[in-house]
C-alpha cells in the first residue's frame, strides 16, 4: 500500500550520500512527484551549478536556494524533494525545510562519500584540495546542522535501495 500524498518527503545530506537516486526510486515507489533542487536551480538559470557558482558566485546560488524551497512549500503536498548539501546551511532555508514535509538526513560514512564523488568535476565546492580532507572538513560543519533540521536520520551504508525505501515509506505513513 503506498503512502497517502498529505506529506512531503524532504532529503538532506552531503553531497554523493544517494539522495536524488533515493528520492527518483522512492517518488516512483510512492506515485510522489521527484524534484532535485540543484537540477530545478540549473533550469531555472539555464547554466550548471559550477557555471552559476563561476559567474554569479556562492552567494548568489544559496539565494536561488531559498527562493525554490519557497516555491515548493506552495505546491500541493506529494513530493520527494532531494536538496543540495549546502542547503541546510543557511538558517532561513532550514525553517522553510521544516513547513516543507518531514526531513530525512541521509547518512553514510566518509570513505563510502569519498568512494562516490571521486572523479567527480561537477561539484564546484569539491573542485580544489585533496578530497578526503575536504570530505572531512566540510561534514564536520555539517553534520550537526544536518541532525539538527533532520525529523528522522537515515544511515544508508549497507542498505540496499529497497530496504532504505521501506524505512521511507514507514516514516511518510507514521509522520502523519
Known amino acids: 500500500m503506498r503512502p ?4 512531503n518527503l524532504v532529503l ?3 553531497m554523493g ?4 537516486t533515493i ?8 506515485g510522489f512527484r521527484f524534484y532535485d533542487t ?3 536551480i540549473e533550469e531555472n538559470e539555464g547554466c550548471t551549478i559550477a557555471e552559476l557558482f563561476t559567474q554569479k558566485g556562492e552567494p548568489y546560488f544559496r539565494m536561488c536556494e531559498t527562493e525554490l524551497i519557497k516555491g515548493l512549500i506552495r505546491k500541493p503536498k ?3 524533494i532531494a536538496t543540495g548539501g549546502g542547503l541546510p546551511m543557511t538558517e532561513e532555508n532550514r525553517s522553510l525545510l521544516k513547513k516543507l514535509g518531514t526531513v530525512v538526513y541521509i547518512k553514510c560514512g566518509i570513505d563510502t562519500l569519498v568512494s562516490r564523488l571521486t572523479g567527480d568535476t561537477k561539484r564546484p565546492l ?3 584540495g585533496e578530497l578526503e580532507s575536504k570530505v572531512r572538513t566540510m561534514m564536520k560543519l555539517r553534520e550537526p546542522v544536518y541532525e539538527s533540521v533532520a525529523d528522522v536520520v537515515l544511515e544508508t551504508d549497507g542498505k540496499s535501495f529497497y530496504e532504505t525505501i521501506c524505512v521511507l515509506e514507514k516514516i511518510l505513513k507514521e509522520k502523519r
Open 4 to 7: 497517502r500524498k498529505n506529506r
Open 12 to 14: 538532506i545530506g552531503y
Open 78 to 80: 506529494g513530493m520527494v
Open 17 to 20: 550520500c544517494g539522495k536524488s
Open 23 to 30: 528520492g527518483t526510486k522512492s517518488a516512483r515507489a510512492f
Open 126 to 128: 569539491l573542485a580544489e
Open 38 to 40: 540543484d537540477q530545478l
